[in-house]
């Protein structure tokens, strides 16, 4: 909201001037965009760029455009002249050119689709972009229902998304409304307005189609296409039509200059704004308070000031407003309409009763017991009529008039109270009384009755005046008269009530004001003090513990003044006459805390004044109200209009000397009460009486229209959206991994030893091509020969299938079956060939495994750590390197896997007997001495070897299997294996898992058990776990409405393992600082002691020891809401403050001691607010 400065005494709530753009060249077309407030103008020149009223950027255009439209999905603008359509950038640098066929006379784009629409004589053309929007072609073509002789020149689209979206297009006096997507004409309404039109606009939430013409008059039409209503006011052509920022309005614009805000729900204008130029356009959009408009040399930005919200439906017009003041009750307003009366609860704006009255019933006063829940209702008739107003609807219960002393024309309650000081002083004097106090205070039964109940709600009595003049203090339970005093020679106008001084303040129409001496335990209950003859009769009055205030209305004179009296020595304080009102004062109410006056008038403003009738504020309202009451002990501010309560709150018109006097008062804290049920006598009540009792809210009635859409295609829309950014996504991240792979950022962790096959290049290239382009038909293969080698950076290595092994190549050797020409044998066709004898299989018998040196031991051990190395650092690839790296090599290392492993080279000699330190295992085992060999026939010598058995699974990390047999784990994986938790496996990998399954619904006991398994794992893993991630999830779990509440068992469990997760981040947060310490205020011991050495385990600056104390205190007292609204506002406020005045906040506490009771809430949240914010900024 906008601040108040205490230089300019009036603020005003509607449309104001932002600031203004002037141009040389004239004005083609505007692009405005409210959230960064940038300004796109086109001129005849070229375009402009403007941000916050700043010149960025100036391009100069060749072509010669007459619109600029910019698509927003596709982040390129189109420029649009009268036969071609021009794609540009952000630079404005020419794309693309598209020629239309026929000549375009007005253009627009689907914000919805995605498309830009076009009208020609006789059609209108969808043009869609291509390529990557890179190219706008012609999609198709509608004219269904329209001659070549139509020309639009006025497009509206509705803002829907769909086959339902329907486009308004002017042609001539009437409207053509199409199905764009089935490219059909649905309705032709034809000469609904005398003179062509020149703008239409399609107000969505009420279903209204809205027309201007070049006459200037508007016209509403609903979805039957019936006329609603007609609005007049501009005097020259209409330029534009578009829906306010908020409420059911409209804004329209006209050459003749203004701009005109009009209310649908009042059928009524509201607001007019006079330029200097005639307006071509405007651009507004609801829930953005700033527009634009431009004119031919001039460009303006509107900002639109909102100083009150609704808070309260009413359903029917309210005509005055009163309130309570009683101290033991929640203050209620009281709203008195024609032919009801309703207690509101300012706090929520809930209606707690109603009060239900006769038709054609004139309410000319109300008082209102709150204590006793009794409501007296005076007629203009002179009937007075009094309510219990403990059930819903209220019930009658008397009805009286005083005929002898004259019919009743006032009546006001005098309510005596004691406050808190009183009771005090009362209690030590009483002695008794105490002891009576404080035995019910520790007493294990708790009575009903509280000794003090007589005392707090004190004595209350009903006073009325009569139409002879007449004074009377009334029995509401009989309706008789206790007391009567010839007052005034004329009717009681006014009676107003003074507790502090025992006065009460009579006015009559003889013009003559007199105070009375009031004496609540006695027979002679008034006693006049002083009378004082007036100019006119007051027609509004109210006190404060020192001031009378009294409002004229003077038509005849056309004045309309505030005048203070004092009790003390009866000065009279006037006000200045420039100060005064316009028109008749209609409200006016007292805010004693700050001894201020209010005031409200038909000339739609609300004044505030001091106790010295000094003008402090004027409120400019765009209706005037018809009731005013001050509604919170902090001076909001409730204003009835039309039908419903609205709040403008003190922050927007107190000025800084006024707010600084409030943050040193203390408010106790209001509560919210609800609306009473409805009494079963309601069955009783006429079809009329339970249509009033009925709320009714006529602002935000939702028509049924056409353009509504259904669930499925919503659903549909939305699921598209979302694959789509799915898509993007995923395409996005692999582009940025393929970046950073041919960089050389991203490096895979996995070592090859061994060249690729020629015969296992074409595999991989498949395997790569498959993961690059999944849904590819394209069959691409690669060269046989390959130019390069990835293993040397040398000379290429030749790679012989062929071993030698032990044995040289043979010069001359002729067997019986064929060999290679190499004469290469394997080793098996060899061994047959020389070992037949029996001296060779005792020599294989003999023969042992060659000893290991210390040297060949040491690089084993060596080989061992790099493979463990080589396993730690896959852990840690990206999962595209890793497929790329597993599709490279997966053909070679299946086929070197098959591959026997070949003996050891020969030991190197042993110079001397080295024992290791663990026994060494043989590793060929020694062979049995084998079986004559029969002779067979020879087999083929390359016989295909069986393939190896498929390994086994494997089996899942430690920090995963540690969770197995646990409730919550066990439920949501049931079958945990590589498949459940694909590899490669890591700690954070599973910790995300676990935080997602924590976002899905599911009970607490679940939720519970997730977070002690992410604590266990963070507590395992400290240093490898991202706490940052763990840390955000958990918060937004907590602090996700509505907020968990410790009372509740199982979300109690809940919120103590999410807190020990938030402990094990060392984290804190503007959000969750206010969350801890609620928890601090209602937790248990050990919660308490958990959050406290969080607090310190941070570093908390708590020098005195008495954050612990404070926090306690001042979270018992301040709501969660309260607490974190502060805490954001003064963050916001310490962040830019100077250590040194932090310090001063820190240097109040050790004065705590010697404050004793004074303020000690206020201290406290001031502790524990400058403690939090210390930690927080640091």
């Known amino acids: 909201s906008d601040s108040v400065m205490d230089g300019d005494r009036t603020i005003r709530h509607g449309i104001l001037i932002d600031y203004e753009i ?17 300004v796109a103008l086109l001129h005849s020149e070229g375009c402009c760029l403007y941000q916050e009223s700043c010149l960025k950027d100036n391009f100069f255009l060749d072509s010669n455009f007459n619109n600029l439209l910019f698509a927003e999905q596709h982040g390129v603008y189109v420029g649009v002249s009268s036969h071609h359509l021009t794609l540009m950038n952000a630079n404005f640098n020419i794309i693309y050119e598209a020629k239309s066929d026929t000549e375009i006379l007005s253009s627009t784009f689907n914000h919805c689709s995605g498309h830009v629409i076009t009208s020609s004589p006789g059609k209108l053309t969808v043009w869609m972009f291509r390529q990557g929007a890179k190219v706008i072609t012609p999609s198709y073509t509608v004219d269904d229902g329209l001659s070549p002789s139509d020309e639009i020149h006025n497009l509206h689209l509705e803002d829907v998304p769909g086959r339902a979206q329907r486009s308004f297009a002017g042609v001539g006096c009437g409207i053509k409304i199409f199905l764009l997507e089935e490219g059909k004409m649905i309705m032709d309404l034809k000469n609904i307005h005398m003179h062509p039109i020149t703008v239409t606009h399609f107000f969505r939430p009420l279903g209204f189609l809205i027309t201007g013409a ?222 009576a106090v404080q035995a019910q205070k520790y007493s294990h039964v708790k009575s009903k009755e509280d000794p003090l109940s007589k005392e707090k709600q004190g004595t209350s009595l009903l006073l009325a005046g009569t139409k002879k003049g007449y004074l009377l203090v009334l029995d509401y339970k009989s309706g008789g008269a206790n007391f009567s005093v010839k007052a005034h020679n004329d009717a009681v106008s006014l009676i107003a009530c003074n507790p502090n001084k025992d006065q009460v303040i009579s006015t009559s129409t003889d013009n003559v004001v007199q105070i009375w001496r009031l004496y609540p335990h006695s027979k002679e209950v008034l006693s006049l003090i002083m009378s004082f003859c007036a100019a006119s009769t007051p027609c509004l009055m109210t006190t404060t513990q020192e001031r009378l205030c009294i409002a004229w209305n003077k038509p005849e004179l056309a004045t309309y003044s505030i005048d203070v009296y004092s009790f003390c020595d009866f000065a009279c304080f006037t006000g200045d006459p420039e100060s005064n009102h316009d028109d008749c004062i209609t409200c006016l109410d007292v805010y004693r805390k700050l001894r201020l006056f209010v005031s409200a008038s038909d000339d739609k403003t609300i004044r505030l004044w001091t106790q010295d009738n000094q003008l402090l504020r004027i409120i400019q309202l765009d209706y005037a109200v018809q009731g005013l009451v001050f509604c919170s002990l902090q001076g909001d501010l409730m204003i009835g209009l039309h039908n419903h309560l609205h709040v403008i709150s003190h922050a927007l018109y107190f000025s800084e000397s006024l707010m600084n006097q409030l943050i040193t008062m203390q408010f106790p804290d209001s509560c919210e009460e609800s609306q009473k049920d409805i009494s079963a006598k309601v069955s009783c009540l006429t079809p009329e009486d339970l249509q009033r009792l009925e709320l009714v809210d006529d602002t935000i009635q939702q028509g049924s229209y056409h353009g509504a859409l259904s669930q499925e295609e919503i659903n549909s829309l939305e699921k598209a959206a979302t694959e789509k950014a799915h898509a993007i996504f995923l395409l996005q991240k692999q582009k940025e991994e393929l970046l950073n792979i041919r960089e050389g950022l991203l ?77 290469f044998l394997p080793n098996s066709r060899m061994l047959a060939e020389f070992r037949k004898t029996e001296e060779d299989w005792k020599l294989a018998e003999e023969w042992e495994p060659p000893k290991l040196t210390l040297k060949q031991l040491q690089s084993l051990e060596n080989q061992e750590e790099e493979e463990q190395e080589d396993e730690e650092n896959s852990e840690r690839d990206s999962e595209l390197l890793t497929r790329l790296h597993d599709a490279l090599y997966a053909a070679h290392s299946s086929e070197s896997s098959s591959t026997p492993t070949p003996p050891p080279s020969p030991p190197e000699p042993v110079v001397r007997h080295i024992t290791p330190h663990k026994k060494i295992e043989k590793l060929v085992a020694p062979k049995a001495a084998p079986k004559p060999i029969p002779k067979e026939k020879t087999p083929p010598p390359f016989s295909k070897s069986p393939s190896p058995p498929p390994p086994p699974p494997t089996p899942l990390p430690e920090y995963i299997a540690q969770f197995i047999g646990e409730t919550w784990f066990d439920k949501l994986f049931p079958n945990p294996d590589s498949k459940t938790f694909p590899p490669p496996w890591t700690v954070n990998k599973f910790i995300n898992i676990l935080l997602v399954q924590l976002s899905k619904p599911m009970n607490y006991a679940m939720k519970a058990g997730i977070c002690s398994g992410i604590e266990k794992l963070m507590q395992q893993h400290d240093d490898s776990c991202n706490k940052d991630v763990a840390y955000k999830a958990v918060t937004k779990e907590l602090t996700t409405p509505p907020l968990l509440s410790l009372q509740n068992k199982e979300e109690s469990v809940f919120i103590s393992q999410a807190l020990k997760v938030i402990f094990s981040t060392h984290h804190l947060d503007s959000t969750m600082a206010p969350l801890l310490a609620k928890y601090y205020s209602e937790g248990t011991v050990n919660l308490q002691q958990g959050i406290m050495n969080y607090f310190t385990s941070l570093g908390i600056n708590d020098p005195h020891g008495y954050f612990a104390k404070e926090l306690k205190k001042s979270c018992s007292a301040t709501s969660e809401t309260k607490f974190s609204e502060w805490f954001s506002q003064w963050a916001e406020k310490l962040m830019d403050s100077k250590s040194s005045k932090r310090q001063q906040l820190y240097d109040m506490q050790p004065k705590r001691k010697v404050l004793k009771n004074v303020s000690s809430k206020g201290l406290s949240m001031l502790y524990v607010l400058s403690s939090l914010f210390d930690l927080h900024i640091r």
């Open 22 to 38: 002037q141009v040389q060249e004239t004005v083609q077309s505007v692009l405005y965009e409210p959230q960064s407030d940038k």
């Open 214 to 435: 070049k006459d200037g008059a508007i016209k509403v039409w609903n979805n039957l296409w019936q006329l609603q209503w007609t609005f007049i006011g501009h005097c020259g052509p209409v330029t534009a039509i578009s829906s306010f920022c908020y409420g059911p309005m409209i804004v329209s614009s006209s050459l003749d200059a203004t701009i005109r805000v009009w209310n649908l729900h009042m059928q009524d204008q509201i607001e007019v704004i006079q330029h200097a130029f005639p307006i071509q356009a405007l651009h507004c959009k609801p829930g953005n308070y700033s527009f634009l408009s431009y004119s031919k040399k001039m460009v303006t930005v509107w900002k639109v000031r909102k100083l009150y919200s609704q808070t309260a439906i009413i359903g029917h017009k309210i005509e005055f407003l009163t309130r309570t003041n009683h101290p033991m009750v929640p203050l209620r307003v009281v709203v008195i309409s024609r032919n009801s009366v309703r207690i509101v609860s300012p706090i929520g704006g809930n209606v707690i009763t109603t009060a239900l009255l006769p038709l054609e019933t004139d309410v000319t006063s109300v008082a209102y017991l709150p204590c006793e829940e009794k409501l007296f209702v005076l007629e203009k008739s002179g009937i007075l009529t009094l309510f219990n107003c403990k059930d819903n609807p209220c019930c009658k219960e008397l009805q009286t008039t005083q005929s002898e002393l004259g019919i009743i024309t006032s009546v006001a309650v005098y309510e005596l109270f004691m406050d808190e000081e009183d009771i005090e002083d009362m209690l030590e004097e009483d002695r008794w009384l105490a002891v």
């Open 747 to 823: 490096t895979s962790s996995k070592k090859h030893s061994v060249s690729m096959r020629a015969k296992d290049r074409e595999q991989t290239w498949q395997n790569l091509f498959q993961i690059l382009h999944p849904k590819s038909d394209l069959n691409i293969s690669i060269p046989e020969e390959d130019d390069c080698t990835s293993d040397n950076y040398g000379a290429p290595l030749k790679h012989s299938r062929r071993s030698s092994n032990f044995f040289p190549l043979l010069a001359s050797f002729n067997p019986p079956y064929p060999i290679a020409p190499d004469g």
